[in-house]
Each structure stands twice: as structure tokens, then as C-alpha cells.
């Protein structure tokens, strides 16, 4: 005789030629009934009673221990990943702005800083260092527009402040 073939009768029940023209075959809805026949549930189709039932708010899917109404408002669509990394790229690039944004604010403040002093105390500094009328002119306009150079120019030591505003003086 010939070789055993192993599984046998489960390949001839697969591949065998009443399987080719549907003899024995059954539909999900035939599945479903004989299942529910031999399970003893009642007659009927249970995906449509469902699905009648939820339409009507008559029942409720419980999903994670969470109670969600199947009415057409609680049915939100859930996000996919593609959204949710949409979703927090835009966060991250709103927060970016932000922070760009606040930084500018800052940086034109510190630029737009009001004088720590009056205009005419400025120039009694100036005017104390002896600089000659067209540098008096000059300094006096440049200190008064940058505060910022202004303390660095009081910080520095009075002997030597002359030739320190001299070097950072612009010349137009």
C-alpha cells in the first residue's frame, strides 16, 4: 500500500470537490442561528436586536469599565495616531511661538528700557568729563538713547570714564 498521509481526513474534508460547488456550505446568518440553537438562545437575529437596541438607547456597551450610551452624541469618533501626532505637533509648535513670542517681548523691552535718570542729570555727567562741544553733542544723544550703555558708562571708574565713553562712542 502507500505512504500514510498525515491529516488526512481534515485535508480531504478542506480540498474535497462538494466543497468546490457549496454543498454543505452555510452562511454567517445560518452559523449564527445554529450556534444560538445549540447555545439554547431564542430564535432571532441577535446582531439585529443588538443593533435595534442601540439606536434606540434601549442598551449600552460597557468598554473598559466605562458605560458608554451608544446614542449618535457619545459615539465620537476615535482618534487615529496620525491625529493624535498632529494633535501634539501642533501643541508643541503653538508652545514654540509662545516662547519665541514671549522672548521677543522681552528682548524689545530690555531694547526700549527707559531712563534710570532724567535727561538733565545726563548731561551734568557729560558735561563733567570736559568733552569738547561737538563730543558733549554726541555723547550726551548717544547715552540718552541706550540706557543700558549709560550704566555701563556710571559703573565704570570716574577717573578713566572719559576715555572708556570715548571708545565706545559711535562716530556718524
Known amino acids: 500500500m502507500g505512504k500514510p498521509v498525515p491529516h ?42 443588538i443593533d435595534r437596541m442601540a439606536t434606540h438607547n434601549e442598551a449600552t456597551r460597557e468598554t473598559d469599565n466605562e458605560n458608554i450610551s451608544s446614542s449618535p452624541e457619545a459615539n465620537k469618533k476615535h482618534k487615529t495616531y496620525k491625529e493624535e501626532v498632529q494633535e501634539k505637533l501642533l501643541k508643541g509648535i503653538e508652545s514654540v511661538s509662545d516662547a519665541i513670542t514671549k522672548s521677543t517681548d522681552a528682548l524689545v523691552k530690555a531694547h526700549t528700557a527707559k531712563l534710570s535718570m532724567p535727561a ?33 558708562v556710571l559703573g565704570y571708574p570716574i577717573e578713566e570714564r572719559k576715555e572708556f565713553l570715548m571708545d565706545i562712542l559711535p562716530r556718524y
Open 8 to 49: 488526512y481526513e481534515s485535508l480531504k474534508q478542506l480540498f474535497a470537490k462538494d466543497r468546490a460547488n457549496g454543498d454543505g456550505a452555510e452562511t454567517p446568518a445560518e452559523m449564527r442561528q445554529r450556534l444560538a440553537q445549540r447555545m439554547g438562545i431564542p430564535e432571532g437575529n441577535i446582531i439585529d436586536d
Open 120 to 152: 538733565k542729570e545726563i548731561y551734568q555727567h557729560v558735561n563733567e568729563l570736559g568733552l569738547d562741544p561737538m563730543d558733549k553733542k554726541l555723547a550726551y544723544r548717544f547715552l540718552t538713547e541706550n540706557a543700558n550703555v549709560l550704566e555701563m
